[in-house]
């Protein structure tokens, strides 16, 4: 990953924050990611679904990550989902590892899932899904050590309307359980 790119948690989200994140996500569902929207993927959405994230991170629920280039440009982002039920205190889940399209194959996808992971290093596994056209997440994933664990068919939709699986991946961390 180029020296340019800098990972970093988000424990406020502000309108700045927002706008950059939106961006990215706008930007990825035009350009076909199924991640829990459909076209048009307009401001509003976008902002609003930010918005209830940085809720989320000032409850404590989530961690938001963001990847910025040297202009401070947010290109990238992944969560760490935190609220789990209480017989699964072990897990963290990883969501929405977004790349904007002008900032991919830089590194940045494995950068990010690897600072998400360890921002929940104390938890056991971090399950993830991936939805994806031309298998660009399934490759990474495998590059970063996960395990593919089965795939549901016409789980969601791509955000044009079509169906569409989804792969989950795990990976176990070098951590036990504590109780």
Request: aromatic share 6%; charged share 25%; with cysteine.
């Amino acid at each position: 990953m180029p020296d340019a790119i800098q990972i970093r948690r988000l424990p406020i989200i502000g309108d700045r924050e927002i706008e950059g994140l939106s961006d990215v996500l706008i930007d990825c569902v035009e350009g076909g990611a199924s991640v829990s929207f459909m076209l048009p993927m307009s401001r509003a959405k976008a902002d609003a679904f930010w918005r209830g994230a940085a809720a989320s991170v000032a409850r404590g629920e989530r961690v938001v990550l963001a990847a910025e280039d040297a202009a401070g440009a947010i290109v990238g982002t992944v969560q760490v989902i935190l609220a789990q039920p209480e017989n699964q205190p072990h897990r963290g889940d990883l969501a929405k590892m977004l790349v904007h399209r002008r900032a991919r194959r830089r590194g940045i996808g494995g950068a990010l899932l690897a600072a998400g992971r360890a921002q929940r290093a104390q938890r056991r596994q971090d399950p993830a899904g991936a939805r994806h056209r031309q298998h660009d997440a399934e490759r990474l994933y495998a590059r970063q050590g996960w395990q593919r664990c089965g795939q549901i068919p016409n789980y969601a939709r791509w955000p044009d309307g079509r169906p569409c699986a989804t792969t989950y991946y795990f990976k176990f961390l070098t951590v036990t359980f504590q109780r």
